[in-house]
């Protein structure tokens, strides 16, 4: 069983940013893809960004150029930089590992673990 554990959520204006962190359990990062998912109120929960073993990585459209994930494999860690934060990203942020992610953000039926998410608010 792999825990996920998030960190970094918070509150900010609209323009901030925020750095979202998740530590692995155990070393996963070469067996799997990593992903960050959000769900807002009333919304389903979405891809945000993804990054696979060999370090492609895929975005929504509605955060490129504003996200930014990476991982660092020393610390079984991967990180999601929002920047240029906007009040409709605000959402609960979950980090996700799926087995295969094929160059495009994963579907939530393909994900093998979850962490417990981490709220990030924007105010306007």
């Known amino acids: 069983q792999v825990l996920l554990a998030e960190s970094g959520g918070g509150s900010v204006q609209s323009g901030g940013s925020l750095r979202l962190s998740c530590v692995a359990s155990e070393y996963i990062y070469g067996a799997y893809c990593m992903a960050w998912f959000r769900q807002g109120a009333g919304a389903e929960r979405e891809g945000v960004a993804s990054?696979?073993?060999?370090?492609?990585?895929s975005y929504a459209d509605s955060v490129k150029g504003r996200f930014t994930i990476s991982q660092d494999n020393a610390k079984n860690t991967v990180f999601l930089q929002m920047n240029n934060l906007k009040p409709e990203d605000s959402a609960m942020y979950y980090c996700?590992?799926?087995?295969?992610?094929?160059?495009?953000?994963?579907?939530?039926?393909?994900?093998?673990?979850w962490g417990q998410g981490v709220q990030v608010s924007v105010s306007s």
């Open positions: 990054i696979e073993a060999d370090l492609r990585t």
């Open positions: 996700a590992a799926a087995p295969v992610c094929g160059s495009e953000l994963p579907p939530t039926i393909a994900v093998g673990y």
